[in-house]
């Protein structure tokens, strides 16, 4: 691909990105009554639907959504996933070219950040330099992100990471100040399972089943004496919780859900969103030498 070629990407994604401006009015004990301004990215999905990051709108009591070419509406609120910093926003009178977005992507992709804070288009690209990286989620929880080495820019908080396909392949979510290179994006694998949530709930609902796992390997598989090397492996079990309640135990490596395979912490949670709760999955134990299958009724919890 050359100059020309990714030139035709950015301004094919440039026309689906948009500003995202939020007000909140909070409360000082001191000086009483106070306006909170915010600013960020997001991207259309088409349908009037547009991605961002939750951290981007949080409580705010007014959103409201920037076109590149300024028109400028209100922004509706659909849902949030604050575990995985991602929300759904809804423009009315705002039709943009929707992005596609895929959930294929490996080390060393090559990848564009772009934002769109306040009509001020940024572009940067680099590469995924990292996969099923952490961080803390704005709810507290452990996020797994991509890491990229394309310079994330203040105001690009939202925004879409894609291919040189113009594919969405994560939504910006946060950098480390004063160092070069180290921005991260969640991934599309959550994206999707996330508003694949939404689509089948109205709302974001977030399954539990109780289980804390790790991601497998062949030196803990070799210890263990397992037959797979790939999965994960149960870490930690809620005495209370659903897998426990059907037989799941530290040890067991769960590889597949509903017939697709895990090979990540990641994937296993993508799964479950899909699937969503209440519902019953199917989970592909393996136990030492022996693999059976669990039915578990994942519960709601947001």
């Known amino acids: 691909m050359n100059l020309e070629d990714i030139r035709k990407v950015i301004e094919k994604v440039s026309n689906s990105v948009i500003t995202i ?39 705010a009591s007014e959103v409201r959504i920037v076109s590149k070419e300024g028109y400028v509406t209100k922004g509706e609120v659909i849902a949030i996933n604050p575990f995985n910093d991602l929300a759904l926003i809804y423009g009315d009178e705002l039709d943009l070219p929707g992005l596609n977005i895929s959930t294929e992507y490996h080390l060393g992709d090559v990848v564009l950040a772009i934002g769109n804070p306040l009509g001020l288009e940024s572009v940067t690209m680099g590469i995924i330099s990292g996969v099923d990286r952490t961080i803390t989620s704005p709810a507290g929880n452990t996020l797994y992100v991509l890491q990229t080495d394309a310079a994330v820019n203040p105001g690009n908080s939202g925004g879409p990471l894609v291919n040189l396909k113009g594919e969405v392949v994560g939504v910006v979510t946060a950098m480390i100040p004063y160092a070069q290179g180290i921005g991260f994006a969640v991934p599309s694998k959550l994206v999707s399972s996330f508003l694949t949530n939404v689509n089948k709930f109205k709302r974001y609902v977030r399954p539990y089943i109780g289980v804390a796992v790790a991601k497998l390997n062949k030196a803990i598989a070799s210890y263990l004496g397992l037959k ?66 669990f039915e578990v009724e994942t519960v709601p919890l947001f």
């Open 21 to 59: 401006l939020t007000r909140d009015i909070g409360f000082d004990e001191l000086f009483g009554p106070k306006v909170s301004e915010g600013l960020g990215s997001g991207f259309s999905i088409g349908k009037g639907l547009f991605v961002t990051s939750y951290h981007v709108i949080g409580n």
């Open 228 to 293: 797979t090397d790939r999965g994960v492996i149960v870490v930690n079990v809620d005495p209370s919780g659903p897998a426990y309640n059907e037989g799941i135990r530290r040890g067991d490596v769960i590889v597949s859900v509903n017939g697709d395979d895990v090979e990540s912490p990641l994937d296993l949670i993508a799964k479950l969103e899909e699937v969503g709760a209440p519902s019953t999955v199917k989970l592909k134990i393996v136990r030492g030498r022996d693999t059976r299958v």
